[in-house]
């Protein structure tokens, strides 16, 4: 897949950072703080394709930074707890959560850049990272923390690849559902068993689907686009 991306080299002190943002924004995609339990990832076929994209190349992209801004797209009508941004970054070399807010001042302009990823090879390493399942310890999953209107999601390419075919997965799924039409959200994946473990209350991230306003313009797969729905006198 092409993916359409603006890149940034911001440096703070002798280290120099690469930072990459969807373009354009994901305007139908909003995500909600996690940290006090439970987490909503929820967008549009566009959105939800796109984000697919990005964990993709974040999988590959070991010393790159995704910085995926949502908290100024346009509001859900069920979006629950506090909106955030999202950044995607390996750990190790890493990111510090708290060096965050200075680095993304410095984003200054940057540069249109188109970049590809392979789906093939994202499955085959999520495939890989499915099947040890029974053997993950917390390096094996992907660490979030939220900081400065922030989810970090922390973690490296096997995990990150499978939280991409999770994605697809809603994109195409989410416009199925039943409540897809009527423009309600649509749960449809979680990204909760690559996060890690917690003792006493679990951190949980869903994925929904929900088509953006106004509906007419949405057709559930299946049903052509072109058909009338019959009215009252029909026959």
């Not at 950072?17 to 929820?42: A, C, F, K, M, N």
């Not at 909760?192 to 509906?215: C, K, M, N, W």
Request: with cysteine; net charge positive.
């Amino acid at each position: 897949m092409r993916l359409s991306v603006t890149e940034f080299t911001p440096r703070i002190g002798p280290r120099a950072y690469r930072v990459v943002q969807p373009r354009p924004p994901l305007r139908h995609t909003t995500l909600s703080d996690p940290i006090e339990g439970w987490g909503y990832l929820v967008g549009d076929h566009d959105g939800l394709a796109r984000l697919a994209a990005l964990f993709s190349f974040a999988a590959f992209s070991r010393h790159t930074v995704v910085y995926v801004p949502l908290r100024r797209s346009i509001p859900r009508a069920y979006a629950p707890g506090v909106p955030v941004d999202l950044v995607l970054a390996h750990r190790s070399p890493g990111l510090r959560a708290s060096a965050w807010p200075e680095l993304r001042r410095r984003l200054g302009e940057g540069t249109p850049l188109t970049v590809r990823t392979n789906e093939e090879r994202t499955a085959a390493h999520a495939a890989a990272w499915e099947a040890r399942w029974d053997r993950l310890d917390a390096r094996d999953r992907i660490r979030p923390a939220v900081h400065a209107g922030t989810l970090f999601l922390l973690g490296a390419r096997d995990t990150f690849a499978s939280a991409a075919t999770q994605l697809e997965a809603a994109a195409g799924f989410g416009p199925r559902g039943k409540r897809a039409a009527e423009g309600q959200d649509v749960l449809v994946a979680s990204l909760t068993p690559h996060l890690p473990p917690s003792r006493g209350r679990h951190v949980e991230l869903d994925i929904g689907f929900q088509a953006y306003p106004p509906y007419t313009h949405f057709r559930r797969p299946g049903r052509s686009a072109s058909r009338r729905c019959p009215t009252a006198a029909s026959p």
